[in-house]
């Protein structure tokens, strides 16, 4: 079984580490900035851990940067392993972040929203895979199968449209919610009212398109709605602009039959 050293121990490094180490994969050693967070994940894994980057086992098999795209290539630069598989998580950048730095090189992107403390179903998960050749498509496809029924192989161009995708699908939608629970909190309260709302508004569109889900003043074009909403807004930093955009962009959809 192959030797695997895990570049990062953040969200996405944890999880798919962990899931790894449980499918049988030997994660020899964790890398990260962090002190406390390599100690915590080697422990969970079994491997020895470092903060230094020069102290990085150049022996290993797989290496696999679950790090911010930020640091991805000073990372990439400073790890040399030519002969082994260099992998990486993100969903923005390009494999060839590994060019002319090792002979195999790839992706391995879930399609999922990570926090620690929080289990995530991996096995129901889509991972999203690319590799240069066919040792590194092979090896990736490997690892992706055994940490999920879902995978399949995705260009960097696909790769970043759909990254897009999922920061307007959670990301951003995430921010709403907490936009949701500030107002909320303003009126004493709980946020969990919204809970089944958000339940309901999540199973629609399970059988209904985005499109014919959608509901609300800005479908009627309800001006008197609209204008009490914009008005409860006026004093609160930037809310009645991401109102007014989202409401307009809302219209021009439904109201000039722009169904995406």
């Given at each position: 079984?192959?030797?695997?050293?895990?570049?990062?121990?953040g969200?996405?490094?944890?999880?798919?580490?962990?899931?790894?180490?449980?499918?049988?994969?030997?994660?020899?050693?964790?890398?990260?900035r962090?002190?406390?967070s390599?100690?915590?994940?080697?422990?969970?894994?079994g491997?020895?851990?470092?903060?230094?980057?020069?102290a990085?086992?150049?022996?290993?098999?797989?290496?696999?940067?679950?790090?911010?795209?930020?640091?991805?290539?000073?990372l990439?630069?400073?790890?040399?392993?030519?002969?082994?598989?260099?992998?990486?998580?993100?969903?923005?950048?390009g494999?060839?972040v590994?060019?002319?730095?090792?002979?195999?090189?790839?992706?391995?992107y879930?399609?999922?929203?990570?926090?620690k403390?929080?289990?995530?179903?991996?096995?129901?998960?889509?991972?999203?895979?690319?590799?240069?050749?066919?040792?590194?498509?092979?090896?990736v496809?490997?690892l992706?199968?055994?940490?999920?029924h879902?995978?399949?192989?995705?260009?960097?161009?696909?790769?970043?449209?759909?990254?897009l995708?999922a920061?307007?699908?959670?990301?951003?939608?995430?921010h709403?919610?907490?936009?949701a629970a500030?107002?909320?909190?303003?009126?004493?309260?709980?946020f969990?009212?919204m809970?089944?709302?958000?339940?309901?508004t999540?199973?629609?569109?399970?059988?209904?398109?985005?499109?014919?889900?959608?509901?609300?003043?800005?479908?009627?074009?309800?001006?008197?709605?609209i204008d009490?909403?914009?008005?409860?807004?006026?004093?609160?930093?930037?809310?009645?602009?991401?109102?007014?955009?989202?409401?307009?962009?809302i219209?021009?959809?439904?109201h000039?039959?722009?169904?995406?």
């Amino acid at each position: 079984m192959d030797r695997i050293i895990c570049i990062g121990a953040g969200n996405v490094a944890c999880h798919l580490a962990s899931a790894l180490h449980e499918s049988g994969y030997e994660i020899s050693q964790v890398f990260s900035r962090t002190e406390p967070s390599a100690r915590s994940l080697a422990g969970q894994v079994g491997g020895s851990h470092t903060t230094d980057p020069a102290a990085i086992d150049p022996t290993a098999d797989v290496y696999l940067y679950a790090v911010t795209d930020s640091v991805l290539p000073e990372l990439a630069a400073r790890i040399v392993a030519p002969d082994a598989l260099h992998l990486h998580t993100s969903g923005s950048t390009g494999m060839d972040v590994f060019a002319r730095r090792a002979r195999h090189y790839g992706v391995l992107y879930p399609l999922q929203t990570f926090s620690k403390s929080k289990p995530v179903c991996l096995p129901e998960t889509n991972f999203f895979i690319e590799g240069n050749d066919d040792f590194a498509r092979g090896k990736v496809r490997e690892l992706a199968s055994a940490l999920s029924h879902h995978v399949q192989e995705l260009d960097s161009t696909g790769r970043r449209r759909l990254h897009l995708a999922a920061v307007f699908a959670c990301n951003f939608t995430n921010h709403l919610y907490e936009i949701a629970a500030e107002l909320l909190a303003e009126a004493g309260i709980d946020f969990s009212v919204m809970l089944p709302l958000i339940d309901e508004t999540t199973a629609k569109i399970r059988t209904l398109s985005p499109y014919k889900a959608q509901t609300g003043p800005a479908v009627r074009n309800d001006r008197n709605i609209i204008d009490k909403h914009l008005a409860l807004l006026a004093a609160k930093r930037e809310l009645a602009t991401i109102y007014r955009l989202l409401t307009d962009d809302i219209h021009t959809i439904h109201h000039k039959g722009q169904n995406p």
